[in-house]
């Protein structure tokens, strides 16, 4: 079905049309955009904040990679911002609200408005990475546009509601997650555990398809050990623990500390980011959050081996970056990170139990850790740089769509 019709209005994105310049310019852009023949494709998420984690890097590493190899396809981001504005590179920003302690993210307040600025720009297929407003705009927005629409399941909502409110929380979630992705036309899964979450909770159509590393900037030679040592003020007998992440409570950061004080010298903790804001812990380093992903590279290689204690981890994408950067990984034998994780690249806690964990840690330390990093970092290239996974994932959007563009760079599609 061709698009080419669709028209939004400005009186559909506001109370009193004409009223804010940001908001005409922002539609006038993306109303200019929409007029290139490429098929477009558009991600739509609200989880794309200053200090995002692993959906932003996921949602720039494919854009900057369907610019490279896939020229036929135009591409757009659409995600929360402090006010309107459609930037240069594809990224168009639509106002919202802040949440309260919400580390900047922010939740649009209008479901029918949020797909009517995603249809503006006439996509041939949407790409959800949320079951919020913005998950729920993009159904409206491939119902009105007639194009398919994947939900990428970056998150277990239900989980979360049950850790930060009680059991009681879950089944409701639950279910209204489930309704809201049985409706995609495809969801996608980075992990079997949350494909087989979804399944539990009614959702078919499931194609699973990890996320991936950028292999480049996450490498061994970022290793720096005398300079971190210094940075940090310790000997070179430390063993450095490292864990790179956002201060929430699901990442249990908690368990990471009991485990190392349990341990004792000469092991010490660096957190990066995800130590803000907790008080001063004997053996803990907190570093702040690093926007630069070689500056989070650099601190991750020149340390010893990487730490991570979720147990309900959709993915771990940060274990995928560390292993990319030669080093061997702690883990828990539970949720995503277990299916990247195994003897022959790191040791998995029976749970994320300090107990279990500090003795994973030593069980650890008692192999060949840097040959343990070397096949991390093997294993990361072979199996999970963007390259790979990018390419599988447009077989999909091929299939979904129809269109060539999606599948075979435009220079090698036959002229007609």
Known sequence: MSASHIDVQESELRLFPGLDEEVA?????????AADSRPRMVDTTM???PRSGGVKRYLLSKKAWLEANRPGVAHNLVVPGAGYRAEPDGVIRLHAPKLPFGDGYRWPSSVRRWGAWVSSLNPTLIEAGDPYTPGQGALEAGQRVGCPVVGFCHSDPAALAALHFGEWAKKPVEKRWAKLFSQFDRVVSPSRFIAQRLEEAGVGGIAIRPLGVEVDTFHPDRRDRDWLLKRLGLGADARLLCFAGRPAKEKNVGVLID??????????????GAGAGMPPEERVISLPYEKDPRAVARIIASCDAFVHANDKEPFGLIVLEAMACGRAVVGVNAGGVAETVDESVGQLAASADPVDYAEAIEALFARDVEALGQAA???????????RVFEDLTMLYGELTGKAEFVTPQEALPIN
């Open 259 to 272: 485990a190392v004080q349990r341990l004792g010298a000469p092991y010490h903790l660096v957190l990066v």
């Open 377 to 387: 970092r093997v294993k990361a290239v072979e199996q999970f740089a963007w390259n």
């Open 25 to 33: 310019d922002t539609l006038r852009a993306m109303k200019a955009a």
């Open 47 to 49: 989880l794309f904040a």
